[in-house]
C-alpha cells in the first residue's frame, strides 16, 4: 500500500513552455501533498504544502506564479512550471501523506526537468 | 528549511560489512525519520524513531536516537550491493512538515 505515482518522469522542453506535472496517490487519501526541488547530490528543499480544496502554502523564495499548484481532489496534485526557463532545470519530486497516524511520507518516482 | 546533517557525506564499503551513519539536528523534534533514495529515484521511507524512544529494529536496520544531543545513527548490518543508495534522515518538528539533511552516499562493493 501507499503508493505515489508521478508523472511523467522525464520531460525536455523549450524554454518559455509550460510543464505540467502530476502526483497522485494511488491507494490512500492524501490530506497533505508536499512538492520538492532536488539540486544534484543535494538535500530535498522544500517548495510548497499543498492541501485538497486550499490554496498551497509556499516555502520563502518560491514564486507562487512560477509554480502553480493545485490540489484538485485528495489523490491528485499537480504541479505547474510556467514559462520555463533554463535555471527552472531540475528533479522534482511529491511526496503525500494520509494525514492519519505518524508523519511517514510517502515518495513518488521524481520528475527530471531538462529546459532547453 | 534543511535542519538535519549527515555524517559522513560518501561511504564506501565491502559486501558484507555494516555501514553507520550519522545524523544531527538543531531544534526539537516529534520523530526522526530515515529514507533512503535510489539514484534518480524517489525516496522510500525506512524507518521512523519518535523522540520517547532511543533504539528501534527493523530487518538488518539499526536507529538509534539521543535526543539530549540532537542525534541519531543509522546502522545496516551485512551490506549488500543492493543497499547503494543515498540515505537521508529528516526531522518532524510537529508541524507536518519534514526537514531533510544532505543525505549519505552508501557504496557496497560486491
Known amino acids: 500500500g501507499a503508493v505515489v505515482s508521478q508523472h511523467p518522469s522525464r520531460v525536455i522542453c523549450k524554454s518559455g513552455t509550460s510543464v505540467k506535472i502530476e502526483c497522485r496517490s494511488l491507494?490512500?487519501?492524501?490530506?497533505?501533498m508536499f512538492w520538492y526541488r532536488q539540486f544534484p547530490k543535494k538535500s530535498l528543499m522544500l517548495m510548497a504544502t499543498?492541501?485538497?480544496?486550499?490554496?498551497?502554502?509556499?516555502e520563502q523564495g518560491v514564486e507562487k506564479d512560477k509554480f502553480l499548484i493545485n490540489h484538485a481532489s485528495l489523490t491528485l496534485s499537480t504541479l505547474t512550471v510556467t514559462s520555463a526557463h533554463p535555471e527552472d532545470s531540475s528533479f522534482y519530486i511529491c511526496?503525500?501523506?494520509?494525514?492519519?497516524?505518524?508523519?511517514?511520507?510517502?515518495f513518488g518516482a521524481g520528475t527530471r526537468l531538462s529546459v532547453l | 528549511s534543511q535542519q538535519g546533517e549527515e555524517d559522513p557525506q560518501a561511504l564506501s564499503i565491502q559486501e558484507g560489512e555494516n555501514a553507520t551513519m550519522n545524523c544531527s539536528y538543531k531544534?526539537?523534534?516529534?520523530?526522526l525519520q530515515w529514507y533512503r533514495q535510489n539514484s534518480g529515484r524517489g525516496l522510500v521511507h525506512l524507518i521512523l524513531?519518535?523522540?520517547?524512544?532511543r533504539e528501534k529494529h527493523s530487518g538488518r536496520l539499526r536507529v538509534t536516537l539521543d535526543t539530549s544531543k540532537k542525534s541519531s545513527s543509522l546502522l545496516i548490518t551485512a551490506s549488500r550491493a543492493a543497499d547503494t543508495a543515498s540515505y537521508f534522515c529528516?526531522?518532524?518538528?510537529?508541524?507536518?512538515?519534514?526537514?531533510f539533511g544532505a543525505g549519505t552516499t552508501v557504496t557496497v562493493r560486491a
Open positions: 511526496s503525500a501523506v494520509s494525514g492519519r497516524g505518524e508523519n511517514i511520507q510517502y
Open positions: 491507494d490512500f487519501q492524501a490530506t497533505t
Open positions: 499543498s492541501n485538497e480544496g486550499s490554496k498551497a502554502t509556499y
Open positions: 531544534t526539537s523534534i516529534n520523530n
Open positions: 524513531i519518535r523522540s520517547n524512544e
Open positions: 529528516a526531522t518532524d518538528p510537529h508541524d507536518y512538515k519534514l526537514s
